[in-house]
């Protein structure tokens, strides 16, 4: 809004023209949700608390250490980070770019979504909300329009193409096909960040981590120049992403500040699947699908463990893990929670550092 309002009157060097760069827009917009988490997390965990009561009811199938240790905490944290980052986000970047839309219709929708799941586990008193069935489908529609969008306003021919990492020209033409592909890109991100929060502080770290490194891909993707030097596909529009990235950036700081061992407030589905869609839908757009299998690795661990659990004990009656996600694995072998979380932390690092190589391995 800011940018839309005050670059007409960037003229002379001054204020106003500063309001024209994107690295100061995605600065001010990482400290704007970073003071936003600050000033509004304490009134809304107060609120949460009063509203749930118990709060967060507790699986009976998950380690029985969290019976104790997790009981009574609220949940429905998300909304901060929602509120964070689009307000954010609405302040900074510039609200004709049809990209930061899409985003924003991805996060908010599957925010929705993670409310609904939430809400039916409070008014139940159950750690069962929307079945998944229900929750897959939807999540399905949603992406899937915003998918088709996507390929009506990127150019040709990157709209339905897939470009593959370490290969300076190489896609591959998907057709049709691209729009149930990036459906699954987002819906798979947003259900492997909501495998992922399981421990305090483990999953809100690695969004931080995946959106900065998005961050400075959607800048580089968005830039000619950039782009043409590092011989990666160039998405004109898309360098505007960078600010809705770095609101994110920011608002996982804040909510972090809550969430720390020991948690005041759990980000909930209303959180965890609203980061994950806005996730993919970025590496959509930016036309780095591939690489966010890499930068946000430590959710496809998780998700995979899962995924090999369920399949192993349907096909031989055993079980691969003590107790999927990965990280109940860990738990069940008596690493204590921090040591968890901060491993994890790391690994996540690693493998976004990987990720980025990708920009000048080709």
Known sequence: ??????????????????????????????????????????????WLRRKQGEGQPIRNDGPASHIVTKQGTPTMGGFLILIAL??????????????????????????AI???????????????????????VIQLLIAGGVAWWIAGISPTPLSTSLALPFFKTVLIEL????????????????NAVNLTDGLDGLAIVPVMIVAGCFALISYLVGNAVFAGYLQIHGVPGTGELAVFCGALVGASLGFLWFNAPPAMVFMGDTGSLSCGGAIGAISVITKHELVLAIIGGLFVLETVSVIVQVASYKMTGKRVFRMAPLHHHYEQKGWQEQTIVIRFWIIALVLALAGLSTLKLR
């Open 175 to 190: 057709g049709w096909f691209f729009i149930p592909f990036a459906a699954l890109v987002m819906v798979g991100a947003s």
């Open 86 to 111: 689009s307000v954010s986000t609405l302040l900074w970047a510039d609200l004709t770019n049809r990209y930061v839309w899409a985003v924003i219709i991805v996060t908010v929708s599957f925010g």
């Open 1 to 46: 809004m800011l940018y839309n309002l005050l670059t007409p009157l960037a003229g002379e060097p001054g204020l106003f023209n500063l309001f024209r760069y994107l690295t100061f827009r995605t600065g001010a917009a990482v400290v704007t949700a970073l003071v936003i988490s600050f000033v509004l997390g304490p009134p809304l965990i107060r």
């Open 114 to 136: 993670g409310f609904a799941d939430d809400y039916m586990k409070l008014s139940r008193r159950s750690s069962a909300g929307l079945s998944g069935k229900a929750k897959l």
